[in-house]
Protein backbone atom coordinates (compact mmCIF):
# COMPACT_ATOMS: atom_id res chain seq x y z
CA UNK A 1 0.00 0.00 0.00
CA UNK A 2 1.27 3.27 -0.68
CA UNK A 3 2.28 6.24 1.57
CA UNK A 4 -0.93 8.04 1.01
CA UNK A 5 -2.99 5.39 3.28
CA UNK A 6 -0.22 4.26 5.51
CA UNK A 7 -0.04 4.94 9.32
CA UNK A 8 -3.54 6.29 9.63
CA UNK A 9 -4.16 6.76 13.42
CA UNK A 10 -7.17 8.86 13.87
CA UNK A 11 -7.69 10.77 17.41
CA UNK A 12 -11.49 8.96 17.32
CA UNK A 13 -13.02 6.13 16.34
CA UNK A 14 -16.35 5.14 15.99
CA UNK A 15 -16.00 2.88 13.17
CA UNK A 16 -16.68 -0.11 15.33
CA UNK A 17 -16.62 0.32 19.57
CA UNK A 18 -15.70 3.50 20.59
CA UNK A 19 -11.15 4.21 20.22
CA UNK A 20 -10.09 7.16 21.94
CA UNK A 21 -6.33 8.49 22.18
CA UNK A 22 -5.08 11.33 24.95
CA UNK A 23 -3.12 14.37 24.16
CA UNK A 24 0.18 12.36 23.82
CA UNK A 25 -1.35 9.98 21.23
CA UNK A 26 -2.29 6.74 24.28
CA UNK A 27 -5.06 4.73 23.54
CA UNK A 28 -7.43 5.30 26.92
CA UNK A 29 -10.93 3.89 27.84
CA UNK A 30 -13.55 6.29 28.05
CA UNK A 31 -15.62 3.59 30.56
CA UNK A 32 -18.92 2.52 30.55
CA UNK A 33 -21.39 2.22 27.75
CA UNK A 34 -23.08 5.50 28.48
CA UNK A 35 -19.50 7.07 28.54
CA UNK A 36 -18.96 5.18 25.26
CA UNK A 37 -22.25 6.46 24.43
CA UNK A 38 -21.43 10.19 25.14
CA UNK A 39 -18.26 10.04 23.40
CA UNK A 40 -20.21 8.53 19.83
CA UNK A 41 -22.87 11.68 20.01
CA UNK A 42 -20.02 14.30 20.79
CA UNK A 43 -17.78 12.96 17.81
CA UNK A 44 -20.60 12.22 16.13
CA UNK A 45 -20.82 16.04 15.74
CA UNK A 46 -17.50 17.25 16.41
CA UNK A 47 -16.87 20.89 15.68
CA UNK A 48 -20.95 21.88 16.41
CA UNK A 49 -23.00 22.79 19.65
CA UNK A 50 -24.50 19.76 21.10
CA UNK A 51 -27.02 20.58 23.67
CA UNK A 52 -27.30 18.76 27.30
CA UNK A 53 -30.93 17.69 26.02
CA UNK A 54 -29.81 15.99 22.89
CA UNK A 55 -26.67 14.26 24.65
CA UNK A 56 -29.56 12.40 26.91
CA UNK A 57 -31.19 11.72 24.16
CA UNK A 58 -28.00 9.88 22.67
CA UNK A 59 -26.85 8.50 26.21
CA UNK A 60 -30.31 7.12 27.44
CA UNK A 61 -32.95 7.19 24.91
CA UNK A 62 -36.28 8.22 26.33
CA UNK A 63 -35.96 6.64 29.46
CA UNK A 64 -33.40 8.87 31.39
CA UNK A 65 -33.10 8.50 35.03
CA UNK A 66 -33.96 11.87 36.98
CA UNK A 67 -30.31 12.63 37.78
CA UNK A 68 -29.01 12.47 33.97
CA UNK A 69 -28.43 16.18 34.13
CA UNK A 70 -25.62 16.00 36.55
CA UNK A 71 -24.54 12.15 35.77
CA UNK A 72 -24.05 13.63 31.99
CA UNK A 73 -21.79 16.46 33.69
CA UNK A 74 -19.53 14.02 35.45
CA UNK A 75 -19.10 11.68 32.44
CA UNK A 76 -17.82 15.10 30.38
CA UNK A 77 -15.67 15.90 33.29
CA UNK A 78 -14.18 12.93 33.06
CA UNK A 79 -13.90 12.28 29.38
CA UNK A 80 -11.79 15.76 29.66
CA UNK A 81 -9.30 13.99 32.10
CA UNK A 82 -8.86 11.51 30.20
CA UNK A 83 -8.23 13.66 26.75
CA UNK A 84 -6.35 15.83 28.10
CA UNK A 85 -4.38 14.26 31.70
CA UNK A 86 -2.27 17.32 31.98
CA UNK A 87 -5.00 19.77 32.68
CA UNK A 88 -5.17 21.35 35.96
CA UNK A 89 -7.38 21.64 38.43
CA UNK A 90 -10.68 22.61 36.85
CA UNK A 91 -9.88 24.09 34.24
CA UNK A 92 -11.67 23.05 31.48
CA UNK A 93 -10.32 21.02 28.48
CA UNK A 94 -9.45 22.75 24.97
CA UNK A 95 -10.78 19.50 23.00
CA UNK A 96 -14.24 19.97 24.85
CA UNK A 97 -15.61 23.22 25.09
CA UNK A 98 -18.54 24.19 27.37
CA UNK A 99 -21.33 26.82 25.82
CA UNK A 100 -24.38 28.43 27.31
CA UNK A 101 -26.42 25.93 25.77
CA UNK A 102 -24.30 22.05 25.74
CA UNK A 103 -20.80 20.99 24.46
CA UNK A 104 -18.66 21.32 21.67
CA UNK A 105 -15.78 18.78 20.73
CA UNK A 106 -12.62 19.90 18.54
CA UNK A 107 -12.06 17.71 16.30
CA UNK A 108 -10.26 17.83 13.28
CA UNK A 109 -12.05 15.59 10.20
CA UNK A 110 -8.63 13.55 10.15
CA UNK A 111 -8.97 12.98 13.91
CA UNK A 112 -12.14 11.20 13.19
CA UNK A 113 -11.79 7.36 11.60
CA UNK A 114 -15.40 7.96 10.30
CA UNK A 115 -14.96 11.54 8.13
CA UNK A 116 -11.09 10.70 7.36
CA UNK A 117 -13.35 7.77 5.64
CA UNK A 118 -14.97 9.96 3.41
CA UNK A 119 -12.36 12.25 2.45
CA UNK A 120 -10.16 9.04 1.42
CA UNK A 121 -13.24 7.59 -0.53
CA UNK A 122 -14.51 10.93 -2.15
CA UNK A 123 -10.57 11.30 -3.32
CA UNK A 124 -10.73 7.65 -4.55
CA UNK A 125 -13.61 8.55 -7.00
CA UNK A 126 -10.97 10.98 -9.23
CA UNK A 127 -7.39 9.66 -8.58
CA UNK A 128 -5.06 7.59 -10.78
CA UNK A 129 -6.21 3.52 -10.18
CA UNK A 130 -2.82 3.06 -7.96
CA UNK A 131 -3.52 5.90 -6.27
CA UNK A 132 -6.97 4.86 -5.74
CA UNK A 133 -6.94 1.36 -4.85
CA UNK A 134 -4.15 2.47 -2.37
CA UNK A 135 -6.74 4.93 -1.01
CA UNK A 136 -9.86 2.89 -0.89
CA UNK A 137 -7.56 0.17 0.97
CA UNK A 138 -6.41 2.30 3.53
CA UNK A 139 -10.11 3.86 4.36
CA UNK A 140 -11.29 -0.03 4.45
CA UNK A 141 -9.18 -0.51 7.09
CA UNK A 142 -10.34 1.67 9.39
CA UNK A 143 -13.20 -0.18 9.80
CA UNK A 144 -13.32 -2.27 12.84
CA UNK A 145 -17.33 -3.23 13.58
CA UNK A 146 -20.66 -1.43 12.82
CA UNK A 147 -20.63 2.04 12.86
CA UNK A 148 -21.57 4.09 15.95
CA UNK A 149 -21.77 1.00 18.14
CA UNK A 150 -21.82 2.39 21.23
CA UNK A 151 -24.96 4.20 20.95
CA UNK A 152 -26.69 1.04 20.45
CA UNK A 153 -30.45 2.24 19.69
CA UNK A 154 -30.06 5.97 19.86
CA UNK A 155 -32.98 8.02 18.03
CA UNK A 156 -31.60 8.88 13.87
CA UNK A 157 -28.95 6.67 14.30
CA UNK A 158 -29.80 5.40 10.94
CA UNK A 159 -28.63 9.39 9.71
CA UNK A 160 -24.98 8.54 11.11
CA UNK A 161 -25.00 4.50 9.97
CA UNK A 162 -26.86 5.08 6.85
CA UNK A 163 -24.07 7.11 4.79
CA UNK A 164 -20.99 5.29 5.78
CA UNK A 165 -22.85 1.79 5.13
CA UNK A 166 -23.50 3.13 1.29
CA UNK A 167 -20.03 4.51 1.21
CA UNK A 168 -18.93 1.47 2.12
CA UNK A 169 -20.18 -0.84 -0.09
CA UNK A 170 -19.52 2.16 -3.12
CA UNK A 171 -15.68 1.70 -1.95
CA UNK A 172 -16.03 -1.74 -2.96
CA UNK A 173 -17.27 -0.69 -6.17
CA UNK A 174 -14.16 1.47 -6.95
CA UNK A 175 -12.14 -1.49 -5.56
CA UNK A 176 -13.07 -3.45 -8.48
CA UNK A 177 -12.82 -1.00 -10.55
CA UNK A 178 -9.47 -0.05 -10.21
CA UNK A 179 -8.41 -3.10 -10.06
CA UNK A 180 -9.55 -3.55 -13.87
CA UNK A 181 -8.14 -0.13 -14.79
CA UNK A 182 -4.87 -1.89 -13.43
CA UNK A 183 -5.37 -5.01 -15.72
CA UNK A 184 -6.07 -7.43 -12.41
CA UNK A 185 -8.64 -8.97 -13.18
CA UNK A 186 -8.75 -12.13 -11.63
CA UNK A 187 -8.69 -10.33 -7.81
CA UNK A 188 -11.40 -8.10 -9.78
CA UNK A 189 -13.02 -10.99 -10.65
CA UNK A 190 -12.89 -12.17 -6.79
CA UNK A 191 -13.95 -9.21 -5.00
CA UNK A 192 -17.33 -8.76 -7.62
CA UNK A 193 -17.77 -13.06 -6.92
CA UNK A 194 -18.19 -11.91 -3.00
CA UNK A 195 -20.19 -8.66 -3.59
CA UNK A 196 -22.82 -10.76 -5.47
CA UNK A 197 -22.91 -13.34 -3.16
CA UNK A 198 -22.88 -10.70 0.51
CA UNK A 199 -25.42 -8.41 -1.55
CA UNK A 200 -27.64 -9.80 -4.69
CA UNK A 201 -30.13 -7.12 -5.34
CA UNK A 202 -27.74 -4.69 -5.93
CA UNK A 203 -27.31 -5.00 -10.07
CA UNK A 204 -24.21 -2.68 -10.55
CA UNK A 205 -22.27 -5.71 -8.45
CA UNK A 206 -23.36 -8.07 -11.21
CA UNK A 207 -21.90 -5.96 -14.04
CA UNK A 208 -18.84 -5.70 -12.31
CA UNK A 209 -19.18 -9.34 -12.08
CA UNK A 210 -20.09 -10.07 -15.34
CA UNK A 211 -16.96 -7.60 -16.60
CA UNK A 212 -14.27 -9.19 -14.34
CA UNK A 213 -14.88 -12.53 -15.42
CA UNK A 214 -15.21 -11.98 -18.84
CA UNK A 215 -12.44 -9.97 -19.19
CA UNK A 216 -10.57 -12.62 -17.21
CA UNK A 217 -10.81 -14.61 -19.88
CA UNK A 218 -13.95 -16.56 -18.89
CA UNK A 219 -16.67 -15.57 -21.09
CA UNK A 220 -18.51 -18.56 -20.51
CA UNK A 221 -18.77 -17.09 -16.27
CA UNK A 222 -19.87 -13.91 -17.38
CA UNK A 223 -22.58 -15.40 -19.34
CA UNK A 224 -23.73 -17.34 -16.70
CA UNK A 225 -23.26 -14.10 -14.16
CA UNK A 226 -26.13 -12.74 -16.20
CA UNK A 227 -28.50 -15.45 -16.22
CA UNK A 228 -27.92 -15.62 -12.57
CA UNK A 229 -28.56 -11.92 -11.87
CA UNK A 230 -32.09 -12.08 -13.87
CA UNK A 231 -33.15 -15.05 -12.07
CA UNK A 232 -32.37 -13.00 -8.76
CA UNK A 233 -33.89 -10.22 -10.01
CA UNK A 234 -37.16 -11.78 -11.03
CA UNK A 235 -37.61 -13.83 -8.44
CA UNK A 236 -36.86 -11.15 -5.63
CA UNK A 237 -38.36 -7.97 -6.87
CA UNK A 238 -40.11 -9.15 -10.01
CA UNK A 239 -38.22 -6.77 -12.34
CA UNK A 240 -35.77 -7.60 -15.23
CA UNK A 241 -32.54 -6.04 -15.63
CA UNK A 242 -31.66 -2.70 -16.67
CA UNK A 243 -30.92 -1.41 -19.88
CA UNK A 244 -27.10 -0.82 -19.00
CA UNK A 245 -27.29 -4.68 -18.03
CA UNK A 246 -28.38 -5.89 -21.05
CA UNK A 247 -26.06 -4.06 -23.34
CA UNK A 248 -23.17 -5.57 -21.16
CA UNK A 249 -24.72 -8.88 -21.87
CA UNK A 250 -24.83 -7.96 -25.36
CA UNK A 251 -21.20 -6.92 -25.59
CA UNK A 252 -20.27 -10.21 -23.90
CA UNK A 253 -22.03 -12.48 -26.53
CA UNK A 254 -20.16 -10.53 -29.05
CA UNK A 255 -16.96 -10.98 -27.64
CA UNK A 256 -16.20 -7.03 -27.44
CA UNK A 257 -17.31 -5.54 -24.35
CA UNK A 258 -14.27 -3.56 -22.62
CA UNK A 259 -13.91 -1.85 -19.03
CA UNK A 260 -15.44 1.26 -19.28
CA UNK A 261 -13.78 4.37 -16.42
CA UNK A 262 -14.09 3.50 -12.99
CA UNK A 263 -17.85 5.02 -11.76
CA UNK A 264 -17.99 8.06 -11.15
CA UNK A 265 -19.37 10.08 -8.11
CA UNK A 266 -22.94 9.31 -7.10
CA UNK A 267 -23.58 12.69 -5.13
CA UNK A 268 -21.87 13.40 -1.72
CA UNK A 269 -21.89 10.98 0.89
CA UNK A 270 -21.54 13.27 4.21
CA UNK A 271 -23.04 12.05 7.10
CA UNK A 272 -26.57 13.46 7.50
CA UNK A 273 -26.75 14.61 11.41
CA UNK A 274 -30.66 15.20 11.65
CA UNK A 275 -31.47 18.48 13.14
CA UNK A 276 -32.63 18.07 17.22
CA UNK A 277 -36.18 16.83 17.16
CA UNK A 278 -35.94 15.33 13.88
CA UNK A 279 -37.40 11.79 12.84
CA UNK A 280 -35.13 9.30 11.16
CA UNK A 281 -34.34 9.71 7.26
CA UNK A 282 -36.30 7.93 5.01
CA UNK A 283 -34.58 4.55 4.29
CA UNK A 284 -32.52 4.70 0.52
CA UNK A 285 -29.40 6.18 -0.25
CA UNK A 286 -27.79 7.06 -2.88
CA UNK A 287 -25.51 4.13 -3.79
CA UNK A 288 -28.96 1.90 -3.99
CA UNK A 289 -31.18 4.35 -6.15
CA UNK A 290 -31.84 2.47 -8.91
CA UNK A 291 -33.45 -0.74 -7.22
CA UNK A 292 -36.33 -0.03 -4.87
CA UNK A 293 -35.64 -1.74 -1.53
CA UNK A 294 -36.80 -4.97 -0.46
CA UNK A 295 -37.20 -6.45 3.08
CA UNK A 296 -33.49 -8.48 2.24
CA UNK A 297 -31.37 -5.31 1.85
CA UNK A 298 -32.84 -2.84 4.60
CA UNK A 299 -31.09 -4.36 7.36
CA UNK A 300 -28.37 -1.89 7.52
CA UNK A 301 -26.73 -4.25 10.57
CA UNK A 302 -26.15 -7.54 8.30
CA UNK A 303 -24.59 -5.31 5.47
CA UNK A 304 -22.08 -4.21 7.56
CA UNK A 305 -21.07 -7.39 9.18
CA UNK A 306 -21.15 -8.70 5.02
CA UNK A 307 -18.83 -5.46 4.52
CA UNK A 308 -16.34 -6.51 6.70
CA UNK A 309 -16.13 -9.89 5.60
CA UNK A 310 -15.83 -8.96 1.92
CA UNK A 311 -12.97 -6.13 2.85
CA UNK A 312 -10.74 -8.95 4.43
CA UNK A 313 -11.30 -11.55 2.32
CA UNK A 314 -10.76 -9.79 -0.79
CA UNK A 315 -7.79 -7.57 0.73
CA UNK A 316 -6.25 -10.80 2.17
CA UNK A 317 -6.45 -11.97 -1.97
CA UNK A 318 -4.91 -9.13 -3.42
Excluded at 246 to 259: I, K, M, N, S, Y
Aim: charged fraction near 25%.
Amino acid sequence: MGGGAQNMDPRFGVLGPVQVRDSAGRQVSVGGPRPRALTCALVAEAGRVVSVDRLIDRVWGGEPPPAAVGTLYAYVSQLRKLLDPERRGNQASGLIATTGSGYLLHATPDEVDATLFERLIEEAESAPPTDALDKVDGALTLWRGEPYLDLGDSPNLAGLTQPLLEMRLRAFELRIGALLELGRTGPAASAARSLVREQPLREPYWRHLMMATYRDGHQADALAAYAQCRRVLDQELGMSPDAETEALHTAVLRRDAAPGPRPGPRGRYRRAVPAEGAGAPAAGGPGDADRPRTAAGQDQRRAVRDGLRIGLADRARG
